[in-house]
T-cell receptor, first 113, second 114 residues
Framework: QKEVEQNSGPLSVPEGAIASLNCTYS??????FFWYRQYSGKSPELIMS????GDKEDGRFTAQLNKASQYVSLLIRDSQPSDSATYLC?????????????FGGGTRVLVKP | DAGITQSPRYKITETGRQVTLMCHQT?????MFWYRQDLGHGLRLIYY???????DKGEVPDGYVVSRSKTENFPLTLESATRSQTSVYFC?????????????FGEGSRLTVL
């Protein structure tokens, strides 16, 4: 079982719709959770971080964390063509003493005008 | 311009040759990381460093060597390149441990081993 799992996609959404991305992780003691966005041919950039159960909103983005079920999700509201990218879920497993960020394989999102 | 830079951006080499990928950051971040990105595997940690002269293995360290004599530099060396090391390599830095905040990535180095 991979430590961090994501559906590879592509997730195709019409412009203006909500894109919903999911990520599950295996280490129940994981402490920190991140969503990175990566445009094709570019490097990843952080868009959201979440550390406690519940929702965290930042503009059009909402991260949701459920530690009991071991999943973290990302919602993109009012999706725009510029949101077309690969979204990487990243987790710090407790066994790594906080220095190792484990990434999922990423979900490719396509927003169609 | 401040930031994190990698060189070379593109490299083609042959099996068995030694290759060094350079990484330089101007933020004086304590932590630096090397990841490789392959289709189907996502980003995998090769090595990381918590400070100058302190390095530790990540998920896939075999075949790689790192050093960190200065805070700002974190070179990655492939001592004898193999075709399986064809990949895109990303260097990253952070102010604190990975669990506390953002990693800043370089632009990547695309390595092809023939």
């Amino acid at each position: 079982q991979k430590e961090v799992e994501q559906n590879s996609g592509p997730l195709s959404v019409p412009e203006g719709a909500i894109a919903s991305l999911n990520c599950t992780y295996s280490d129940r003691g994981s402490q920190s959770f991140f969503w990175y966005r990566q445009y094709s041919g570019k490097s990843p950039e952080l868009i959201m971080s979440i550390y406690s159960n519940g929702d965290k909103e930042d503009g059009r983005f909402t991260a949701q964390l459920n530690k009991a079920s071991q999943y973290v999700s990302l919602l993109i509201r009012d999706s725009q063509p510029s949101d077309s990218a690969t979204y990487l879920c990243a987790v710090t497993p407790i066994k790594a003493a906080g220095n190792k960020l484990t990434f999922g394989g990423g979900t490719r999102v396509l927003v169609k005008p | 311009d401040a930031g994190i830079t990698q060189s070379p951006r593109y490299k083609i080499t042959e099996t068995g040759r030694q290759v060094t990928l350079m990484c330089h950051q101007t933020w004086s971040h304590s932590y630096m990381f090397w990841y490789r990105q392959d289709l189907g595997h996502g980003l995998r940690l090769i090595y990381y460093s918590a400070a100058a002269d302190i390095t530790d293995k990540g998920e896939v360290p075999d075949g790689y060597v790192v050093s960190r004599s200065k805070t700002e530099n974190f070179p990655l060396t492939l001592e004898s390149a193999t075709r399986s090391q064809t990949s895109v390599y990303f260097c990253a830095s952070s102010e604190g441990p990975a669990l506390t905040g953002e990693l800043f990535f370089g632009e990547g180095s695309r390595l092809t081993v023939l």
